[in-house]
């Protein structure tokens, strides 16, 4: 059970005065998954960051299940913008470090798992051995990913963590990431953050419109799971979402 609650929760930068978020309320239930969208700037990042427990509230509370968060922890799982792997490891080891915060499991066989993980997002052979600056961004999310998997936490936060991959591995870790929730027992809470319309209505319960720190639309996604692309993108209703969103995410609402 991992239920999320930001209430009325604003972020100011100190450096230069900046209300990145404005009186934030959002109950994300245990086992939902939400995506926060909007333009560049609009606020994302930081209300993800808050999630992530790297910027307290100015104003207001982040709590998991009824607890105040002001820290990272390891019942929050994170992929950031910007890869954020150990560099002085390589791709299996940053794997397999995760794996060992959870698993009790000799050397041998969290060597095994962090390769099947990684293997899985496509990360093979040779770039597995080698330090994260040596394989191309989209790589490094991917081993990210990987990692997110590994730590297997009940809460995942994800910043654009398919953003630097082409549209092929996008739709294909998209998919991995649905596999991994619907199967399980006890669902993770995800809260995603993403500038791809098509991607948030695909994976999300929920999609929260940002404009400029503030929430100005809540979207109900209710395609019954598993969901599938192609009669989804034919449906009129999915038509009706996206230019709902993408009117919001202009500013005309
Ligand atoms: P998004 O992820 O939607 O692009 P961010 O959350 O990164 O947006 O940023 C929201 C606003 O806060 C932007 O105007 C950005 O310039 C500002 N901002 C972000 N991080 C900082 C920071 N560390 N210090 C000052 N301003 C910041
Ligand atoms: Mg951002």
Redesign the pocket.
């Known amino acids: 059970m991992s239920t999320i609650v930001y209430e009325n929760v604003g972020v100011t930068y100190e450096s230069n005065g900046h209300q990145a978020i404005k009186n934030l309320n959002l109950t994300i239930n245990s086992g939902e998954i939400i995506s926060f969208i909007g333009p560049s700037g609009c606020g994302?990042?930081t209300a993800l960051n808050v999630a992530a427990g790297l910027i307290e509230p100015s104003l207001g509370a982040f709590k998991v299940d009824d607890e105040i968060i002001t820290k990272p922890g390891t019942d929050r799982g994170v992929v950031f913008?910007n890869y954020s792997l150990f560099p002085w490891m390589s791709n299996l080891e940053n794997v397999r470090f995760a794996l060992a915060q959870k698993a009790d499991l000799p050397k041998k066989a969290l060597i095994e798992r962090a390769k099947e993980l990684l293997d899985k997002v496509g990360i093979k052979g040779k770039s597995q051995h080698v330090y994260p600056s040596k394989v191309s961004g989209g790589m490094q999310q991917r081993v990210a990913i990987a990692r997110m998997f590994a730590l297997d936490s009940p809460i995942f936060l994800m910043?654009?963590p398919f953003a630097a991959v082409d549209e092929i591995t996008r739709k294909h870790l998209q998919q991995l990431l649905l596999d991994l929730w619907e199967k399980e027992k006890s669902r993770k809470t995800i809260v995603l953050?993403t500038h791809n319309i098509e991607e948030a209505i695909y994976l999300s319960d929920r999609v929260i419109v940002l404009h400029e720190g503030e929430a100005i639309l809540a979207k109900e996604i209710t395609f019954k799971r598993p969901r599938n692309r192609q009669s989804l993108e034919a449906d009129t209703e999915y038509l009706t979402i996206r230019n709902q969103l993408l009117e919001a995410i202009e500013g005309k609402v």
């Open positions: 994302k990042s913008q910043d654009e953050v």
